[in-house]
């Protein structure tokens, strides 16, 4: 059982539309983190969201953390043929000490020039 | 900025026999976890430490052992190596208290053959 349901799972696009990937759960968590990974590379982080609603924005990059903490969406604008890689949502129930990360299935983008 | 370091990058080992990965956190920081991600598959949490204590587990097997030293590095041992052990194992670190925030090592690639 996937305790962290991120959608889509591979998507690919045209450079400059713009896409959303969902991350969601029926667990609530106390931080939600999301990272890029190259193949063959240790994730990257993008960004951490801790607060029910939070809303950051990364350049052409925004992540929503819901109100009730349990789902967070990553929105590209525009995106470009550099935004290909995937992209994996992990949440956090703990404190960092015991705070195992929990992942999403990663959602593979394809941006095509 | 300092990142995590794992050394070595890649190792190939043959079954049964013993293999040893090296993680240095992030300067300050208090927590390691240690991470095995199969071809396609999404990181799955085998074990963390706090403070050079264990602090939670998942799903290492018997067959693996870790520890964290004094100078707060950490090494995961891995005895009776088995074909499906071969994969991509990262070490991460955190700080407690700031937003559990975890950063991921580049990986060390193990092949078993």
């Known amino acids: 059982t996937q305790l962290l349901e991120q959608s889509p799972q591979f998507l690919s696009i045209q450079e400059g539309e713009n896409l959303t990937v969902y991350c969601n759960s029926s667990?609530?968590?106390?931080?939600l983190q999301w990272y890029r990974q190259e193949p063959g590379e240790g994730p990257v982080l993008l960004v951490t969201?801790?607060?029910?609603?939070e809303v950051k924005k990364l350049k052409r990059l925004t992540f929503q953390f819901g109100d009730a903490r349990k789902d967070s969406s990553l929105h590209i604008t525009a995106a470009q043929p550099g935004d290909t890689g995937l992209y994996l949502c992990?949440?956090?129930?703990?404190?960092?000490?015991?705070?195992?990360?929990?992942f999403g299935q990663g959602t593979t983008l394809q941006v095509k020039p | 900025a300092a990142g995590v370091i794992q050394s070595p990058r890649h190792l190939i080992k043959e079954k049964r026999e013993t293999a040893t990965l090296k993680c240095y956190p992030i300067?300050?920081?208090?927590?390691v976890y240690w991470y095995q991600q199969g071809p396609g598959q999404d990181p799955q949490f085998l074990i963390s430490?706090?403070?050079?204590?264990?602090?939670d587990k998942g799903s290492i097997p018997d067959r693996f052992s870790a520890q964290q030293f004094s100078d707060y590095h950490s090494e995961l041992n891995m005895s009776s190596l088995e074909l499906g052990d071969s994969a991509l194992y990262f070490c991460?670190?955190?700080?407690?208290?700031?937003?559990?925030?975890?950063?991921f090592g580049e990986g060390s690639w193990l092949t078993v053959v």
């Open positions: 969201v801790v607060t029910g609603g």
């Open positions: 667990s609530v968590f106390s931080s």
């Open positions: 430490f706090y403070e050079k204590m264990q602090s």
């Open positions: 992990a949440g956090s129930h703990g404190s960092s000490n015991t705070g195992k990360l929990i």
């Open positions: 991460a670190s955190s700080m407690t208290g700031a937003g559990n925030t975890i950063y």
């Open positions: 300067p300050r920081h208090d927590t």
